[in-house]
Structures are given as C-alpha cells and as structure tokens.
C-alpha cells in the first residue's frame, strides 16, 4: 500500500520552531513531487509548500515565504517541512500529499477528495 504519513507537530510559542516529516511507505519519493498543505478550523486548505525531488524545485506560499523550508532525505524517503518563526495564524492540521505542483497554480493536489489521513497538529500559541 503507498502511503505518506505526517508527524511531527505540537504545541509551540509564536517565534519558535518546528520541524514536520512525512515519510513514504511502499514506494521511493525519488521521482516524486511531494507537498504539504494545512487546514485550520473554519477555513479552507491552504497548499503552503512543494518540491519536486528530482531536480530541487521549490514552491512556497505567500504567508509561508523566508519562515518555511521544504526538504527531502531520499534515502530515508521522508520529506521535511521546517517551520521557523510560526505564528498564531499557522496554528491547523498539517498533511503531506503526492503529485503537488511545484509551479504553484494547482490545488488538485490536496483537493482531490483523497484520504490523506490524519495530520499532524501544529498549534501556535501567542
């Protein structure tokens, strides 16, 4: 069964770290585009970061630019979502999902009507 599974959340204070893994099972991220997306209480998902692994390309949302960065360990088949300088308004349920467009323009990616499974809460505290 192909899988990837977020971890890593938890509770922080604004201006503080943290760091978010989503790791594979039953196939290697090599060839893979893989993003994070967030959703937050009464608000629509946010794609927030992709990165298309085989040549290094990057996407970052507006409200995420210079405070997140998204990086991959192939050989662990895990892809990190680092979070610096959170905010109160970053505080959702954070996914990881495949096939996400490092271009940006696409939000089929984390709209599909997948199960992308649980998440992992971040939640920021002022």
């Known amino acids: 069964e192909v899988q990837l599974q977020a971890s890593g959340g938890g509770l922080v204070q604004a201006g503080g770290s943290l760091r978010l893994s989503c790791t594979s099972s039953g196939f290697n991220i090599d060839d893979w585009a893989i993003g994070w997306f967030r959703q937050a209480p009464g608000k629509e998902r946010e794609g927030i970061s992709c990165?298309?692994?085989?040549?290094?390309?990057?996407f970052y949302t507006d409200s995420v630019k210079g405070r997140f960065s998204i990086s991959s360990d192939n050989a662990k088949n895990t892809v990190y979502l680092q979070m610096n300088s959170l905010k109160p308004e970053d505080t959702a349920v954070y996914h990881c999902a495949g096939d996400c467009d490092p271009a940006g323009r696409s939000s089929g990616w984390y709209n599909s009507g997948d199960d992308y499974g649980q998440g992992t809460q971040v939640t920021v505290s002022s």
């Open positions: 990165l298309y692994i085989p040549d290094g390309t990057t």
